[in-house]
């Protein structure tokens, strides 16, 4: 079992940032895989952004390029989202997530543990 916290998210206004983290604890060591998705009322939760525990590489989707940054510390087990240039419709809750093997990447069904959620707000 791996268990997952995520924090930081907020209220702030278009244009301004927040850095979310998530904090990874249990049995790491099976985790090939990490990523954040959101879920805005209405919508799917979506694929925003991921990066391979081991290497670093990472993945975004193309409405975040540019504008988010994940990256992860490798020894103290967390994952980071920094959001920079936050549009009104970034608003949603933000999961992280783990999982195996780096295949589906992008397909949050395939993910095998999450974290609670934070909640992401941004004013126009």
């Known amino acids: 079992q791996v268990q997952l916290v995520d924090s930081g998210g907020g209220l702030v206004q278009a244009g301004g940032s927040l850095r979310l983290s998530c904090a990874a604890s249990?049995?790491?060591?099976?985790?090939?895989?990490m990523a954040w998705f959101r879920h805005a009322p209405g919508k799917e939760r979506e694929f925003v952004t991921a990066?391979?525990?081991?290497?670093?590489?990472?993945y975004y989707a193309d409405f975040v390029k540019g504008r988010f940054t994940i990256s992860r510390d490798y020894a103290k087990n967390a994952l980071y989202l920094q959001m920079d240039s936050l549009k009104p419709e970034d608003t949603a809750v933000y999961y992280c997530?783990?999982?195996?093997?780096?295949?589906?990447?992008?397909?949050?069904?395939?993910?095998?543990?999450w974290g609670q959620g934070t909640q992401v707000t941004v004013s126009s």
């Open positions: 997530g783990a999982k195996t093997y780096i295949t589906n990447y992008a397909l949050a069904a395939a993910y095998d543990y």
């Open positions: 990066i391979t525990w081991s290497s670093g590489w990472t």
């Open positions: 249990g049995r790491t060591f099976n985790t090939d895989v």
